[in-house]
């Protein structure tokens, strides 16, 4: 079957740490994205990746990063530098060209304590 | 500044009482609008896609309308696993992606 497979589903860190949040699909769609999603407000834009080894930041970038070293990956790496880390991460992809829907992983909520 | 804007923000129906949810936008240039449902703890599940005005899609008990300025998903006769939060996105010009925070929607036996 083909989707978006996300891990771990829950995350436990300590403060400081760095954390990597993993996501694959096996759509063949060139373009990622990552979310970030808490009670209350929108999906919000992290960084998104149309193609392979290029990626550009959303709205929200600072205290994070990503690599697309490959067209089915597309980690996503909490850094120590985000204030506010604890929420639940979302990955999509779709097709680059036209204006397609975009697919969302299951997600995985992160808590840094 | 390019928003989307849904409501209500909760919404509880009895089963079998139809209800529209509304989504509103402000972008420079639609290039889709698109309807997800979400169940706690899980990803967003695709339902529609909207481009222009006019246009229409249905699914089971769910049939999605759009306008030049706001969206509407109306649930008829809706059922208990109809239960879960309704998300609006948009895609402007530019390829970006706008969502708005969701309708939660209970549907009470």
């Known amino acids: 079957d083909g989707g978006i497979t996300q891990s771990p589903k829950y995350l436990f860190r300590k403060e400081g740490q760095n954390v990597t949040l993993s996501c694959e699909q096996n759509l063949n769609h060139d373009a990622m994205y990552w979310y970030r999603q808490d009670p209350g407000q929108g999906l919000r834009l992290i960084y998104y990746?149309?193609?392979?080894?290029?990626?550009q930041k959303g709205d929200i970038a600072e205290g994070y990063s990503v690599s697309r070293e490959k067209k089915e990956s597309f980690p996503l790496t909490v850094t120590s530098a985000q204030k506010n880390p604890t929420a639940f991460y979302l990955c999509?992809?779709?097709?680059?060209?036209?204006?397609?829907?975009?697919?969302f992983g299951p997600g995985t909520r992160l808590t840094v304590t | 500044e390019d928003q989307v804007t849904q409501s209500p923000e909760a919404l509880r129906l009895q089963e079998g009482e139809s209800s529209s949810l509304n989504c509103s936008y402000t972008v420079s240039g639609l290039r889709g609008l698109f309807w997800y449902r979400q169940d706690p703890g899980k990803g967003p599940e695709f339902l529609f896609t909207?481009?222009?005005a006019g246009e229409e899609k249905e699914k089971e008990r769910l049939k999605a309308t759009l306008t030049k300025k706001e969206s509407f998903l109306h649930i008829t006769a809706p059922k208990p696993e109809d239960s879960a939060t309704y998300l609006c996105a948009v895609q402007a010009v530019g390829n970006q992606f706008y969502f708005g925070t969701g309708t939660s929607l209970t549907v009470i036996p």
């Open positions: 999509a992809s779709r097709r680059r060209e036209g204006r397609d829907e975009q697919y």
């Open positions: 990746s149309q193609i392979v080894n290029d990626f």
């Open positions: 909207l481009y222009s």
